[in-house]
């Protein structure tokens, strides 16, 4: 971190002469390739409000944490989201139901369980309230180093096996016939999914989380002429987004993941318009 302070130092900006903006600034960019690479496949694979399934599995998470009395709730949110995909895989490869009707069963169930839990013997909901909304401000410097290991984690996944990925994402079928097992590239994703989410729910909020994992690859697939510029286009909106976002919300006092989210909504509308004016 003292390389990174120095360098933000170096910047004619003021506002990051203070610490925990030097943080928050170093947290959104390595969040941002998060939600880019993943956003792709989340848009590819038709899955839009799965992230928002698992905020609510992990606020669940939260709720039990709290109520366990654990100093970090955020690992039981991580546990459970990832038991929630694992379990959502399990219930998609032996239905016929379509994956949205899946995906609001799991979801209105994790968001009643986890408010049942946090209400419980009357207690206040107040205390909930950073995980609902987030507070990108807080992130401290041993989050941004965890955050940085599942950076590394998927961009290795993605350079290993994108290609899988997308092919089962796309067309399950096929990947099957070369070969390929679905269930299991498919669980793998929904894992690396959950984690991210739980992981930064707590910055950007549940609320908005889930644009921040569809708006930039929906934006990028506008104006993408191809699969390499799908994923860069993606991940350099996020990128964009999550700093402007940042700087936002800083001078005019508000929420951080709900300017993020409002950016990445222009880009989509801007790349929208190009689009069509291409056409």
């Known amino acids: 971190m003292t390389v990174w302070y120095w360098l933000t130092e170096q910047l004619p900006f003021s506002?990051?002469?203070?610490?925990?903006m030097k943080n928050a600034l170093l947290a959104v960019i390595v969040m941002a390739p998060l939600f880019g690479i993943l956003s792709t496949m989340i848009v590819t694979g038709k899955m839009s409000f799965f992230s928002d399934a698992l905020g609510h599995s992990g606020f669940t998470g939260i709720a039990i944490g709290v109520l366990c009395g654990l100093a970090k709730p955020t690992y039981m949110a991580v546990?459970?989201?990832?038991?929630?995909?694992?379990?959502f895989s399990f219930v998609r490869a032996r239905t016929n139901q379509a994956a949205d009707t899946i995906i609001g069963v799991f979801s209105s169930t994790a968001v009643a369980l986890g408010i049942f839990i946090a209400t419980l013997g009357g207690g206040s909901f107040t205390k909930f309230n950073q995980f609902l909304i987030g507070d990108i401000l807080s992130v401290t410097p041993g989050e941004i180093g965890l955050l940085a290991?599942?950076?590394?984690?998927?961009?290795?996944?993605?350079?290993?096996?994108?290609?899988?990925l997308v092919l089962t994402a796309i067309h399950p079928q096929l990947a099957s016939s070369r070969?390929?097992?679905?269930?299991?590239?498919?669980?793998?994703?929904?894992?690396?999914?959950?984690?991210?989410?739980?992981l930064a729910m707590s910055w950007v909020g549940l609320m908005v989380i889930n644009s921040l994992l569809v708006l930039p690859a929906a934006a990028s697939r506008?104006?993408?002429?191809?699969?390499?510029?799908?994923?860069?286009?993606?991940?350099?909106?996020?990128?964009?987004?999550?700093?402007?976002?940042?700087?936002?919300?800083?001078?005019?006092?508000?929420?951080?993941?709900?300017?993020?989210?409002l950016y990445l909504a222009l880009f989509f509308a801007v790349t929208f318009l190009l689009r069509k004016r291409a056409e």
């Open 15 to 20: 506002f990051l002469e203070m610490t925990f």
């Open 79 to 87: 546990a459970l989201a990832v038991l929630f995909a694992l379990l």
């Open 149 to 164: 290991i599942v950076l590394g984690a998927v961009i290795a996944l993605w350079v290993i096996a994108s290609n899988r």
């Open 179 to 198: 070969g390929l097992k679905v269930q299991s590239w498919q669980t793998l994703f929904t894992a690396c999914v959950a984690v991210v989410v739980t």
């Open 222 to 261: 506008n104006v993408a002429k191809n699969l390499r510029q799908y994923h860069l286009f993606s991940v350099l909106l996020a990128l964009l987004g999550s700093i402007a976002g940042l700087v936002t919300a800083y001078y005019l006092g508000s929420s951080a993941g709900a300017a993020i989210s």
